[in-house]
């Protein structure tokens, strides 16, 4: 399980997906966090671009590995969208696709 930060330790893009590849070839969990956790579904935090973003504790190998390939196929940065405002799931790259598995918000709060 990838160890889980808040919104106030969140890391930056470059060093999320680091975490993300070194979570894939290092670990065997199936999942990125404890989704049961007392803590929440928000595990892992980002920060890019004046926002935050969380990666849910129930997202896959699966989906992490679909991510880390549009970040290879968009030369390292991929795009992040949300499709309206109401939504803050993470559409990624130009077709402002989402991944399936990959449970990536937009904070909708103001601090």
């Known amino acids: 399980m990838l160890q889980q930060n808040t919104r106030e330790s969140a890391v930056r893009r ?7 590849k070194d979570w894939l070839d290092e670990s065997f969990d199936d999942r990125v966090g404890d989704d049961t956790s007392h803590a929440g579904p928000a595990w892992l ?4 671009g004046g926002r935050h973003f969380h990666l849910n504790a129930g997202t896959t190998r699966a ?3 679909s991510y ?15 499709r309206h405002s109401a ?3 993470v ?3 130009p077709g402002s696709r989402v991944i399936e598995g990959f449970e990536f918000h937009q904070d909708a709060s103001r601090r």
């Open 45 to 48: 935090w980002v920060r890019h």
């Open 68 to 82: 880390l390939k549009a970040v290879e196929q968009n030369g390292g940065d991929p795009r992040w969208s949300t």
């Open 63 to 65: 989906g992490v590995r």
């Open 14 to 20: 470059e060093e999320f997906h680091r975490i993300l």
């Open 87 to 89: 939504d803050t799931r």
């Open 91 to 93: 559409t990624i790259g």
